[in-house]
């Protein structure tokens, strides 16, 4: 009786997880805030479903001591619920206690979301939509939550939902100060929300049931086999353990360099350390979030910030392809003894070729027009040095070592160049990644050599790579033409070009600002957070994700007809 019974509250904890979490968001609403007496009786009836399904749980066990430790974790919805009888419902210790519990019960049941989730048989572009809107509005909750803000401050709705989505789709688009607006707890949300988004949260999922020594299913492997490019499940197993160790080692490194550079500017080692592992995750996931109110303009000459920073970002940046290739080259000559030249994949000859060049033409196109204006202060080796930190940070990062809202008009829109073309595929950064113009340049040379084949260093580029790259191009287009005039029209007071900067930015996941983002009405705002959240996972994943049914292979041909171009 007791097994059939917790078998059926199986199928209801889930959507009333969902339900409750979503209630946490809202219940400060202006639609809601005028029912707080409602408002109560259903966190009540939620709280108190949720006692009788660990209640249901614990008698259908094994009720031992062994079994109270292995759940102890679900025995905290009991706290809030005494609570409410005993403290008033509005005060700030039961409002932390209901949180806390409802997100403790969400993640003590997320196997139970999961099955209520698989249910709709998403594909996996849908799944990805899914799990990034879960977890930045798992990142809003948070935010809005009294703990993250210092005293005296408040988090909007609104607000908290641009913050977790800025962080989760690594962007760094701010309509609060990081370092005075947010505590501790805070900050460490919004680490946690770039970790996960970095990784990317099928990524991250995998590692840690391969960390637990859970097994990972043969839908999730497919999933994650359709997301990495990957041919066999073992290959995905491999790669995605690379990617973990590789990310850890990197941000560790970082923060260690960090640390010995920046232990004689603040008092302490935690200050220190904490100011150095925020700052390397932030600059390896390309997310461009600081501690500092003034972003990284305190070390313009401060060359081992530059060059850790710098570095992080390309490392980010170019994929973690490129980075296998490096390793496996001085595994080959280092460890195995291989004389011969280790062979690069087309895909990584790209990423650096492009990544070097598009690196120097910002560095040089800066120095060359700000030399005389903004950095005319500089001694011409620190000029040059906030020329290169700016031309990298540029393309996806989002740090600054210079006032952006200062740069002349030529210099803002060759950052808007550079943001819209982005970092390389498989990397942490946004845009239509170096990739794509280059395999676009490889079909306009093709043409005009009269090659039928669009050839890149001596291969032929398949038909199907040459669709999507154009793809990209105009769908990217498109969605920042369209998301720029509707700017336009909620933002008429502003100027075009720092419009134009932001939607861009926001769309390459960059997070740079000309200073406009906290001062933009709410229909702006919720633009950009649009723009972020497409712009991380990507036009074609979305456009993938809204089709209603699977696109079946054509198995005819239409008579061909020459039409007019040019």
Aim: with cysteine.
């Amino acid at each position: 009786m007791l097994k059939r019974l917790t078998q059926r509250l199986n199928y209801i904890v889930g959507p009333v997880a969902i339900f409750a979490f979503v209630l946490l968001l809202l219940e400060h609403s202006e639609w809601l805030r005028p029912h707080p007496v409602l408002i109560r009786q259903i966190n009540l009836s939620i709280l108190g479903l949720f006692a009788v399904d660990v209640l249901l749980n614990w008698l259908a066990g094994s009720k031992d001591r062994a079994y109270l430790r292995r759940h102890w974790f679900d025995l905290i919805v009991f706290v809030p619920l005494i609570q409410f009888f005993y403290a008033p419902p509005d005060s700030a210790l039961s409002v932390i206690l209901r949180q806390t519990a409802i997100m403790a019960m969400l993640l003590s049941r997320t196997r139970r979301v999961k099955n209520f989730v698989t249910m709709f048989s998403l594909q996996p572009a849908q799944l990805m939509l899914m799990s990034f809107a879960g977890v930045i509005v798992f990142g809003t909750v948070l935010l809005m939550m009294p703990a993250s803000t210092v005293a005296g401050e408040k988090t909007t709705l609104l607000n908290a939902f641009f913050t977790a989505t800025s962080a989760t789709c690594v962007t760094g688009l701010i309509v609060y100060d990081t370092a005075t607006h947010f505590t501790f707890f805070g900050q460490l949300v919004i680490l946690m929300l770039i970790q996960v988004g970095g990784l990317g949260i099928m990524t991250f999922s995998v590692s840690l049931a391969l960390l637990m020594r859970r097994g990972v299913s043969m839908k999730d492997q497919s999933i994650m086999q359709d997301v990495l490019d990957q041919d066999t499940l073992q290959s995905v197993k491999r790669l995605v353990g690379f990617i973990v160790c590789m990310t850890f080692l990197l941000e560790a490194i970082g923060a260690v360099i960090l640390f010995r550079a920046w232990k004689p500017v603040f008092h302490g080692s935690l200050e220190t350390a904490w100011h150095a592992v925020f700052h390397s995750i932030s600059a390896f996931c390309n997310a461009g979030f600081s501690t500092f109110s003034n972003s990284l303009m305190g070390f313009s000459t401060d060359v081992p910030t530059n060059l850790v920073i710098g570095g992080l970002i390309v490392l980010g940046g170019i994929g973690f392809v490129v980075i296998g290739d490096f390793y496996q080259a001085l595994r080959d000559r280092l460890v195995r003894r291989i004389k011969r030249r280790y062979k690069f994949r087309i895909q990584s000859r790209l990423a650096l070729g492009w990544t070097g060049g598009l690196i120097l033409l910002g560095t040089g196109l800066v120095y060359w027009v700000e030399r005389s204006r903004l950095l005319s202060d500089m001694a011409w080796n620190h000029a040059l040095l906030a020329s290169v930190f700016q031309s990298v940070t540029t393309r996806t990062a989002g740090f600054n070592t210079c006032e952006i809202g200062m740069l002349q008009p030529v210099t803002l829109f060759l950052f808007i160049i550079l943001m819209f073309i982005g970092a390389c595929p498989g990397g942490t950064g946004g845009g239509i990644k170096t990739t794509t113009p280059a395999v676009l340049w490889a079909v306009i040379r093709s043409g005009f050599n009269r090659r039928a084949q669009t050839e890149l260093y001596r291969r032929s580029i398949p038909i199907e790579v040459v669709q999507k790259a154009i793809m990209v191009l105009c769908a990217s287009l498109l969605l920042v033409c369209g998301a720029l005039g509707l700017m336009l029209v909620f933002e008429p007071e502003k100027d075009f070009i720092d419009l134009f900067f932001e939607t861009v930015s926001a769309f390459g996941t960059v997070g740079l600002s000309t200073g406009i983002t906290n001062a933009l009405s709410t229909g702006g705002r919720v633009i950009i957070t649009l723009l972020m959240f497409v712009g991380r996972l990507g036009p074609l994943t979305i456009g993938f994700a809204f089709m209603l049914r699977k696109s079946q292979t054509a198995k005819y041909r239409y008579s061909e007809e020459r039409i007019m171009i040019g």
